[in-house]
């Protein structure tokens, strides 16, 4: 929490002294069912509710309105290049669809880390700061609830923004052109799904260890400290298996999704250093094995991070 | 019922708790027991390890060894067991953007509450610590005393056998402190267990059945609040005794009454009242009432002082400090 917004809540909180409810109400204690005894729900109803109110927490912060203005960022854009003559030649007008949704999607491999910084970074070490973990541990429910449940909710957002970007730019394209590669568009979607879920379980398990909250780190991780790493071992590999290999790094999802799609330059570190030079660091071809690699680097950490929470004293 | 030593009797048994951080211990080997409908209070110098055993208690702490059971339910295996468990660990800092009804909603659907359950519960326990008409205000705009009532409404929602609070009136102003005291009695009519750990003994004479004292992590005493001061006083001499009569106060009466059993320093206060230093035991000063009316007296009062629950923190205190040296 920032310096502006903690003085501002302290502002707030002064305002209202302690107040007292001065009516009373007397009723029996079946009125008030003060003798029944309720049943625990099931395992997954709890993670249930954990999504939930992590979900309405969402609805009530800036994450929403900021993953509202990305989406509409895509026909600003769409529309500002299509109405000034002059930008119109730098968007690849064509009738091959799909490469117009590439350039639309391109800056993707900026955005989905970003997103997954903001909305799961942050999550669980501000409930650690803030101390509302005091309020949900105690519960009776089991940690792997609260932890799943609240990594769902950052997941379905971003899922949401990513499948969103998808729709959008699709429509957008489909209004100058008329042919489009179904099988490919939904290729390139379910990597770059894969690729946000391997994000959003790195910066959430990130949220189990740090002891304040950061979006800042885990963004730089994974837009420049891991493909970084990923582009040097892929340079430095040798041996005629290496170099297949390292090209399925996870790092190298979003560029395979929007290569995918067409030959377009993705927004990204990688797509810098493609400009700058070549390399003999290539994104892999085969999308089914990169959506599986992401997913299970993903579940790795999510497990590794379960194990964290449940042994963290608070 | 998965532990031998459990009796239906309890609402809580904690058996040989300790958590160390590295070398050093912050709760020692520590047992205790709430039995159903008791209140009890856990004492203790600041860093004696209440709140680290508290916290270990409701989940939030994994201790290094030891046995936990609610309801005779194994805590640490089952979660389910904190089902018949409120708690108020600090001043926990419910979510700013959240309303004490969606609070309610939340912890009423972890615990398995229908809407229309929570609805009738919310109303209940919002009333109960005067929260209501302001059920729908953010709770980030509230002060520390409301925050922590509704924290308590919260806990109150799914009746819980045991709520178990750590200093729950601690940055209160006096009428909050007087809310939740109010509060809490009110629990202890409708025969809930409460474990509450605070540092004002006032809480504690007022509300509380019994108490354990911890120091340095370890049970200093453990009892019945009223016997560990009454056997204090014993110990001390220095329980005094004022008694206010109807009637007239003989040379008879006094001569007798000096030359009861335990009975020093007589002196007579007023026209109708005399005071004395008494060390006996109890069925002797029940014989000091029986005097009183063979001489045909009607006994107004009879206020016992000298002794209290300040005097036992401090001489308890003192005397585990020196043992630890």
Same mark, same amino acid.
């Given at each position: 929490?920032?310096? !502006?917004?903690?003085?501002?809540?302290?502002?707030?909180?002064?305002?209202?002294?302690?107040?007292?409810?001065?009516?009373?109400?007397?009723?029996?204690?079946?009125?008030?069912?003060?003798?029944?005894?309720?049943?625990?729900?099931?395992?997954?109803?709890?993670?249930?509710?954990?999504?939930?109110?992590?979900?309405?927490?969402?609805?009530?912060?800036?994450?929403?309105?900021?993953?509202?203005?990305?989406?509409?960022?895509?026909?600003?854009?769409?529309?500002?290049?299509?109405?000034?003559?002059?930008?119109?030649?730098?968007?690849?007008?064509?009738?091959?669809?799909?490469?117009?949704?590439?350039?639309?999607?391109?800056?993707?491999?900026?955005?989905?880390?970003?997103?997954?910084?903001?909305?799961? /970074?942050?999550?669980?070490?501000?409930?650690?700061?803030?101390?509302? #973990?005091?309020?949900?541990?105690?519960?009776?429910?089991? *940690?792997?609830?609260?932890?799943?449940?609240?990594?769902?909710?950052?997941?379905?957002?971003?899922?949401?923004?990513?499948?969103?970007?998808?729709?959008?730019?699709?429509?957008?394209?489909?209004? #100058?052109?008329?042919?489009?590669?179904?099988?490919?568009?939904? /290729?390139?979607?379910?990597?770059?799904?894969?690729?946000?879920?391997?994000?959003?379980?790195?910066?959430?398990?990130?949220?189990?260890?740090?002891?304040?909250?950061?979006?800042?780190?885990?963004?730089?991780?994974?837009?420049?400290?891991?493909?970084?790493?990923?582009?040097?071992?892929?340079?430095?590999?040798?041996?005629?298996?290496?170099?297949?290999?390292?090209?399925?790094?996870?790092?190298?999802?979003?560029?395979?999704?929007?290569?995918?799609?067409?030959?377009?330059?993705?927004?990204?570190?990688?797509?810098?250093?493609?400009?700058?030079?070549?390399?003999?660091?290539?994104?892999?071809?085969?999308?089914?094995?990169?959506?599986?690699?992401?997913?299970?680097?993903?579940?790795?950490?999510?497990?590794?991070?379960?194990?964290?929470?449940?042994? *963290?004293?608070? | 019922?998965?532990?031998?030593?459990?009796?239906?009797?309890?609402?809580?048994? #904690?058996?040989?708790?300790?958590?160390?951080?590295?070398?050093?211990?912050?709760?020692?080997?520590?047992?205790?027991?709430?039995?159903?409908?008791?209140?009890?209070?856990?004492? /203790?110098?600041?860093?004696?390890?209440?709140?680290?055993?508290?916290?270990?208690?409701?989940?939030?702490?994994?201790?290094?060894?030891?046995?936990?059971?609610?309801?005779?339910?194994?805590?640490? !295996?089952?979660?389910?067991?904190?089902?018949?468990?409120?708690?108020?660990?600090?001043?926990?800092?419910?979510?700013? %953007?959240?309303?004490?009804?969606?609070?309610?909603?939340?912890?009423?659907?972890?615990?398995?509450?229908?809407?229309?359950?929570?609805?009738?519960?919310?109303?209940?326990?919002?009333?109960?610590?005067?929260?209501?008409?302001?059920?729908?205000?953010? #709770? /980030?705009?509230?002060?520390?005393?409301?925050?922590?009532?509704?924290?308590?409404?919260?806990?109150?929602?799914?009746?819980? %056998?045991?709520?178990?609070? %750590?200093?729950?009136?601690?940055?209160?102003?006096?009428?909050?402190?007087?809310?939740?005291?109010?509060?809490?009695?009110?629990?202890?009519?409708?025969?809930?267990?409460?474990?509450?750990?605070?540092?004002?003994?006032?809480?504690?004479?007022?509300?509380?059945?019994?108490?354990?004292?911890?120091?340095?992590?370890?049970?200093?005493?453990?009892?019945?609040?009223?016997?560990?001061?009454?056997?204090?006083?014993?110990?001390?001499?220095?329980?005094?005794?004022?008694?206010?009569?109807?009637?007239?106060?003989?040379?008879?009466?006094?001569?007798?009454?000096?030359?009861?059993?335990?009975?020093?320093?007589?002196? *007579?206060?007023?026209?109708?009242?005399?005071?004395?230093?008494?060390?006996?035991?109890?069925?002797?000063?029940?014989?000091?009432? %029986?005097?009183?009316?063979?001489?045909?007296?009607?006994?107004?009062?009879?206020?016992?002082?000298?002794?209290?629950?300040?005097?036992?923190?401090?001489?308890?205190?003192?005397?585990?400090?020196?043992?630890?040296?």
């Amino acid at each position: 929490m920032s310096r !502006k917004e903690k003085k501002a809540k302290k502002v707030k909180t002064e305002n209202i002294v302690d107040n007292y409810d001065e009516s009373s109400r007397v009723i029996t204690d079946s009125e008030a069912h003060r003798d029944v005894v309720y049943e625990l729900p099931s395992y997954p109803r709890q993670i249930k509710e954990c999504f939930m109110i992590q979900m309405k927490r969402y609805t009530k912060q800036k994450v929403m309105w900021f993953a509202i203005i990305l989406l509409l960022m895509i026909p600003v854009i769409f529309y500002v290049f299509k109405s000034v003559d002059t930008l119109k030649t730098m968007l690849p007008v064509s009738d091959v669809t799909n490469i117009y949704i590439a350039t639309l999607l391109s800056f993707m491999p900026l955005i989905v880390p970003l997103l997954a910084a903001i909305a799961c /970074g942050s999550m669980l070490s501000q409930e650690f700061n803030e101390r509302t #973990v005091y309020l949900s541990l105690p519960l009776p429910m089991p *940690r792997s609830a609260f932890y799943y449940g609240k990594f769902l909710a950052g997941l379905v957002l971003v899922e949401g923004v990513v499948t969103a970007a998808y729709g959008i730019t699709m429509i957008l394209a489909m209004t #100058v052109t008329e042919k489009t590669y179904t099988s490919e568009i939904f /290729g390139s979607m379910l990597v770059m799904m894969a690729y946000t879920f391997f994000c959003c379980a790195l910066t959430y398990v990130l949220s189990t260890k740090l002891k304040r909250g950061s979006t800042i780190l885990p963004f730089i991780l994974l837009a420049v400290v891991l493909p970084v790493v990923a582009i040097a071992i892929a340079e430095l590999a040798t041996g005629d298996w290496v170099a297949p290999v390292t090209s399925y790094i996870p790092s190298f999802s979003p560029e395979m999704s929007i290569y995918a799609l067409g030959d377009a330059t993705p927004f990204s570190l990688y797509g810098i250093f493609c400009m700058m030079g070549q390399f003999k660091a290539v994104p892999g071809k085969d999308t089914l094995v990169m959506m599986l690699i992401s997913l299970l680097f993903g579940f790795i950490m999510l497990m590794a991070g379960s194990k964290v929470i449940k042994r *963290r004293d608070m | 019922m998965d532990n031998e030593e459990y009796d239906e009797t309890l609402s809580l048994l #904690v058996k040989n708790l300790t958590k160390s951080y590295g070398s050093f211990t912050a709760v020692d080997n520590l047992s205790m027991k709430v039995k159903k409908g008791e209140f009890m209070g856990l004492l /203790g110098p600041n860093g004696a390890g209440k709140s680290t055993t508290l916290k270990a208690i409701t989940g939030l702490l994994t201790p290094t060894s030891g046995e936990i059971y609610v309801n005779g339910t194994d805590a640490r !295996k089952h979660r389910s067991a904190m089902r018949h468990v409120g708690c108020v660990i600090e001043t926990p800092e419910s979510y700013h %953007d959240f309303t004490p009804t969606e609070m309610m909603l939340y912890v009423g659907h972890i615990h398995g509450l229908s809407n229309k359950e929570i609805k009738i519960r919310a109303r209940d326990v919002l009333e109960e610590v005067r929260m209501w008409s302001w059920r729908d205000k953010n #709770v /980030g705009s509230f002060s520390k005393g409301m925050r922590q009532r509704v924290a308590l409404a919260a806990a109150m929602l799914p009746n819980p %056998d045991l709520i178990i609070l %750590d200093e729950p009136t601690s940055g209160l102003d006096p009428r909050g402190m007087i809310e939740i005291r109010r509060t809490l009695n009110e629990l202890k009519n409708r025969g809930m267990s409460l474990l509450i750990s605070t540092h004002i003994l006032k809480e504690v004479s007022e509300m509380c059945t019994s108490m354990t004292m911890i120091n340095h992590g370890k049970t200093v005493i453990s009892g019945d609040v009223n016997t560990l001061v009454h056997n204090l006083a014993k110990d001390e001499n220095a329980v005094n005794i004022e008694l206010r009569m109807l009637g007239e106060l003989t040379p008879t009466f006094i001569s007798d009454i000096t030359a009861m059993t335990g009975v020093a320093n007589l002196e *007579r206060t007023g026209e109708h009242s005399v005071k004395f230093g008494f060390t006996g035991t109890d069925e002797q000063q029940a014989d000091i009432v %029986d005097l009183v009316y063979a001489h045909k007296l009607r006994l107004l009062c009879m206020n016992e002082s000298g002794a209290d629950l300040e005097s036992l923190y401090m001489k308890l205190t003192e005397e585990s400090e020196v043992n630890v040296r």
